[in-house]
């Protein structure tokens, strides 16, 4: 039972357009939703991140919303550069946040 | 402070062996996750201690799972008699509280194979 998932294994987006990246949950207990991007080799680094009181973070070129009704969230890149290219991993936690539930992750390849 | 280390960064042992890995967290991070990655997965949760307090176990750590973090500092995590189905990517991550305004810190991760 995924209880979040992103749909899209993999992204390809032109230098200096918009990389779209999306995830959906179904736990209505979950209030709290993170992103992380992932190096070959590296661990996952935090990105951003949202409260369920919100319906958009935004920091520098990274912005998340957060659609509670439809249980999904997405992160905007503008614009997409080279160095963004990785997998991006979508969390999320309930209001105890003793555990991340992570998504599958979606590889972001960003085209010179 | 470096971050989150572990060790080692990878291990290769044979089915049936026991293996043990340790994480050393950021000093003032006060809880400790375990977390494993499979090919093509996200991170799964397998455990996670405030201090030296072991709160939280994922079903997914079965009997032949043990972690500790004595003195609530660093951690081991062991895995007896290995399988194939064990090899994967073992994630630690630490924290302060909650923080859930900045997310945890991960290491760079022990990549276990059982052959």
């Known amino acids: 039972d995924q209880q979040v998932k992103q749909n899209s294994p993999s992204l390809s987006v032109q230098e200096g357009r918009i990389s779209i990246l999306n995830c959906d949950y179904t736990n209505s207990m979950f209030d709290y939703f993170l992103w992380y991007k992932k190096y070959p080799a590296e661990g996952p680094t935090f990105l951003i991140s949202?409260?369920?009181?919100?319906d958009k973070n935004e920091d520098g070129r990274f912005t998340v919303f957060l659609n509670k009704s439809a249980k999904h969230l997405s992160l905007h890149i503008v614009p997409s550069q080279p160095g963004d290219s990785a997998v991006y991993f979508c969390?999320?936690?309930?209001?105890?946040?003793?555990?991340?539930?992570f998504g599958g992750g979606t590889r972001l390849m960003v085209k010179p | 402070d470096t971050g989150v280390s572990q060790d080692p960064r990878h291990k290769i042992t044979k089915r049936g062996q026991n293996v043990t890995f340790r994480c050393d967290p950021i000093?003032?991070?006060?809880?400790l996750y375990w977390y494993r990655q499979t090919l093509g997965q996200g991170p799964e949760f397998l455990t996670y201690f405030q201090n030296e307090a072991q709160l939280e176990k994922s079903r997914l750590l079965s009997d032949r799972f043990s972690a500790e973090r004595p003195k609530g500092s660093f951690s081991t995590l062991e895995i007896q008699r290995t399988e194939q189905g064990d090899s994967a990517m073992y994630l630690c991550a630490s924290s302060w509280d909650r923080s859930s305004t900045i997310g945890y810190t991960f290491g760079s991760g022990t990549r276990l194979t059982v052959v």
């Open positions: 949202i409260s369920s009181i919100k």
């Open positions: 000093s003032e991070h006060n809880r």
């Open positions: 969390a999320a936690t309930d209001n105890a946040g003793n555990m991340l539930t």
